[in-house]
């Protein structure tokens, strides 16, 4: 059983940059992909970035967002520049486990269905 915690939402003027974190607990996140999503009001959840052995972006944030992973720190950052108000949403992350992902390459997805583990969000406003 994995606990994802995220922090690092705030508001921010559009172009702004913000790093959002997921810590997690309760196991080691070598052996799980990380997905990060977001949902603005009236919409569905999105994957914005997701990473296992490689990163993988959404068109939409492709070039302004960075998604890293600290294995030491069980943490995974997502880094966001050149904001836009567009972006305002909450943001989740979300964990999916591949046992054999430490000593295989490891493609990560979008599909929420695939995801076991969910934080409860952090919220990011960007204002014009």
């Known amino acids: 059983q994995v606990r994802l915690v995220e922090s690092g939402g705030a508001s921010v003027q559009a172009g702004g940059s913000l790093r959002l974190s997921c810590a997690a607990s309760g196991d080691t996140l070598d052996q799980y992909a990380i997905g990060w999503f977001r949902q603005a009001p009236g919409k569905e959840r999105e994957g914005v970035a997701c990473i296992a052995t490689n990163p993988q972006y959404a068109a939409s944030v492709k070039g302004r967002f960075t998604i890293s992973r600290d294995n030491t720190k069980n943490t995974v950052y997502l880094q966001m520049d050149s904001l836009k108000p567009e972006d305002t949403a909450t943001y989740y992350c979300?964990?999916?486990?591949?046992?054999?992902?430490?000593?295989?390459?490891?493609?990560?997805?979008?599909?929420?269905?695939?995801?076991?583990?969910w934080g409860q969000g952090t919220q990011v406003s960007v204002s014009s």
């Open positions: 979300a964990a999916d486990h591949r046992p054999h992902m430490p000593t295989t390459i490891t493609m990560c997805t979008f599909l929420r269905p695939q995801y076991d583990f």
